[in-house]
T-cell receptor
Framework: AAGVIQSPRHLIKEKRETATLKCYPI?????VYWYQQGPGQDPQFLIS???????DKGSIPDRFSAQQFSDYHSELNMSSLELGDSALYFC??????????????FGQGTRLTVV | AQSVTQLGSHVSVSEGALVLLRCNYS??????LFWYVQYPNQGLQLLLK??????LVKGINGFEAEFKKSETSFHLTKPSAHMSDAAEYFC???????????FGQGTILTVHP
């Protein structure tokens, strides 16, 4: 079965650089979530999109932005990178339309290292 | 607002022993509750979920959890631990069936031969 695809899997950037993380949801899923998991930490919700519109916002820094495109893939753009941005970034997708429980399926994550 | 507290950041058991991972939640609305497992450098895999149906929920790999409203708990159990169960386990809560998840701090399960 198709899963959530995240690219790249690993990314190394220098301080003050910009990074773009991509997420390709499971086909027919209309909702995308982004989470950040720092070393030894629990995943923290950043932002979510439903039908290409932002649906909820968590602890996402102003230096970060995200969007969901017409094909439902999503990108997380991170600017002016700081050492503290080093983390595992997860994308999850679900199918909200149609009602019922919308289970979130997680991708493998992108490990961002800022040096 | 919701929150989750997992009691014990590390739990160690012998192979074949009972696994008990504790989770307490706080929620102003009836919660949706989840247990996820994470293997090193892997994504999060859903073990089981509580969605206001049966209070005893069975999941994959022999795990189950019981929702106890009076105790605001959702503890994860498995009768007999296997070496392959060694991983980090996260309890999570959501206020809707489609909303963001709030995770607990995680519990690292170690299984000894």
């Amino acid at each position: 079965a198709a899963g959530v695809i995240q690219s790249p899997r690993h990314l190394i950037k220098e301080k003050r650089e910009t990074a773009t993380l991509k997420c390709y949801p499971i086909p027919r899923h209309d909702t995308v979530y982004w989470y950040q998991q720092g070393p030894g930490q629990d995943p923290q919700f950043l932002i979510s999109f439903y039908e290409k519109m932002q649906s909820d916002k968590g602890s996402i820094p102003d230096r970060f932005s995200a969007q969901q495109f017409s094909d439902y893939h999503s990108e997380l753009n991170m600017s002016s990178l700081e050492l503290g941005d080093s983390a595992l970034y997860f994308c999850a997708s679900s199918q909200r339309t149609g009602g019922g429980f919308a289970e979130a399926f997680f991708g493998q994550g992108t490990r961002l290292t800022v040096v | 607002a919701q929150s989750v507290t997992q009691l014990g950041s590390h739990v160690s058991v012998s192979e074949g022993a009972l696994v008990l991972l504790r989770c307490n939640y706080s929620s102003s609305v009836p919660p949706y509750l989840f247990w996820y497992v994470q293997y090193p450098n892997q994504g999060l895999q859903l073990l089981l979920k509580y969605t206001s149906a049966a209070t005893l929920v069975k999941g994959i790999n022999g795990f189950e959890a019981e929702f106890k409203k009076s105790e605001t708990s959702f503890h994860l159990t498995k009768p007999s631990a296997h070496m392959s169960d060694a991983a980090e386990y996260f309890c999570a809560v959501s206020s809707t069936s489609y909303g963001k998840l709030t995770f607990g701090q995680g519990t690292i399960l170690t299984v000894h031969p």
